[in-house]
């Protein structure tokens, strides 16, 4: 799919007041500035980097929802109360639970919401920690995150809703009562102060940022991340400015999947485990259910004490995950055309490979992993050549920590209140996902809560 050149204002364009501005241009705050604009709310978005969309670019596997029609089509017949269960188990049982019986409910009207604006997800995967098929994805298996950021864009410039880049917000500013008045911009061209009855931050979260992971996570100062540059913690650092409450804030994801061994880290989306590949170490023997939830599958890799593991998978998978076809474009893949070959080149035992992906293929055909109880992404063995490796090791990928929001985005402050006129949704929030986010879940938090803080906004809008 070609990429999609969207046209940002100038910055000399910025009016000098809105009904609502919305803080950062990802997959959130694009959904949050659709859905205030339909309700007929003047909208502003301010990105500080130069590209849109954020993080949601990177997002590679889907977007989960329970008792869709799109699951329906397929023939999966699945609950929101499972979808419910897993999550919280998932999150160790953490989990604002309001915000998540919000979510689970509210997931397939968003996939109704998304076709409605010629953004279709018609095609399913599975992710680690989910019991059905409910990533939803593009028909062409592309990866979701790039798909729905074009879409959303597209929506938004047929809908001339202005969005500015390289504008920086620096400051929320407030009255005497602690509303929410407006913002304060820096751009290529000084600084401007823009009036606004509410504001959404938008901003994502803060994996790109050393210091508050090591404020917060000293344990994992060191790690490499598979956030892009500008996931710096902006939205905190606003927030904590109006006295806003951050919750939770030792839960940062690590992903067990990610190729850092150049200079830049590339995520490896866990549809890769969903549609058939699996994990083995230097001796080539599995050692984990590679669909078990990131924190289980990270902790297992690191617990081997080698360098990191291996991706093992057929042309059958990788016809199955178009992702691939980039990690391979940027020389990301081994190739072998045999398993004995694949092996030599990645310098993993040849005959423990061997066995263990007879042994695998075994397991698929009846449907039975008796050696680590793997139920999911086992639609197909690792049987048709060529063959293929990935070398991984787990990366920070996503902070489950952040802003004390309600169910309806309102954020509060350090006393439990209700700071008027701010909201925040997405990964610059907390409470949704617990301790341990499920694949899958945060393309649907941008798309579920960007609406409802669009919707909410313009409800206290309309009110004042």
């Not at 070609?2 to 241009?25: Q, R």
């Not at 419910?84 to 397939?108: S, W």
């Not at 409450?245 to 061994?261: E, G, Y």
């Not at 020389?331 to 061997?354: F, N, R, T, W």
Request: charged residues 20%.
């Amino acid at each position: 799919m070609a990429k999609y050149l969207f046209k940002t204002s100038p910055i000399d364009l910025v009016n000098p007041s809105y009904d609502i501005v919305i803080i950062g241009a990802g997959g959130t705050g694009l959904s949050a500035a659709l859905q205030a604009h339909e309700l007929g709310a003047s909208v502003a978005v301010f990105e500080k980097n130069e590209a849109l969309g954020g993080n949601t670019n990177k997002a590679s596997s889907g977007m989960n929802a329970a008792e869709s029609l799109v699951q329906y089509d397929h023939g999966i017949i699945d609950n929101k109360a499972d979808f419910y269960k897993e999550t919280l188990k998932g999150g160790g049982c953490l989990n604002d639970t309001e915000m998540l019986h919000y979510f689970v409910d509210h997931a397939p009207l968003a996939i109704d919401w998304l076709k409605e604006h010629e953004i279709e997800l018609s095609d399913l995967t599975i992710t680690g920690g989910m019991s059905q098929k409910r990533a939803h994805r593009p028909a062409s298996m592309a990866p979701v995150g790039g798909y729905l950021v074009t879409g959303l864009l597209k929506s938004v410039e047929k809908e001339r809703i202005s969005v500015f880049n390289q504008a920086k917000v620096t400051k929320l500013l407030q009255d005497e009562s602690k509303r929410i008045t407006g913002v304060e911009i820096a751009g290529p061209d000084g600084r401007r102060t823009v009036k606004a009855k509410a504001v959404i931050l938008a901003t994502g979260g803060f994996g790109a940022s050393k210091e508050i992971i090591k404020k917060y996570r000293p344990d994992l100062a060191d790690y490499k991340t598979t956030n892009q540059a500008g996931a710096t913690g902006d939205g905190l650092l606003l927030a904590e400015g109006v006295d806003a409450q951050l919750i939770q804030m030792r839960f940062i994801q690590v992903h067990p999947t990610a190729q850092t061994d150049g200079p830049r880290t590339f995520l490896i989306g866990e549809a890769v485990r969903g549609e058939g590949a699996i994990l083995v170490n230097q001796a080539g023997q599995r050692f984990v259910n590679e669909l078990d939830t990131r924190k289980v599958v990270s902790a297992a890799i690191t617990g081997l004490n080698e360098d990191g593991a291996y991706l093992i998978f057929d042309q059958g998978i990788r016809d199955h995950v178009k992702a691939v076809e980039f990690y391979d474009s940027v020389g990301l893949v081994e190739h072998g055309q045999s398993l004995e070959e694949l092996a030599g080149k990645i310098g993993v035992d040849a005959a423990g490979l061997e066995a263990t992906v007879a042994a695998w293929n075994g397991a698929v055909e009846k449907h039975d992993d008796q050696a680590f109880g793997r139920t999911t992404g086992m639609d197909r063995g690792v049987t048709d050549a060529p063959f293929f490796a990935i070398h991984i090791h787990p990366a920070i990928h996503y902070t489950m920590d952040g802003i004390h929001i309600t169910p309806e985005t309102e954020v509060l402050d350090t006393n439990g209140h209700e700071i008027p006129g701010l909201y925040a949704a997405g990964e610059v929030s907390g409470g949704l996902h617990g301790n341990n986010r499920i694949g899958g879940n945060s393309i649907a938090e941008t798309v579920v809560f960007g609406r409802q803080a669009g919707i909410q906004a313009v409800k206290y809008v309309r009110g004042n």
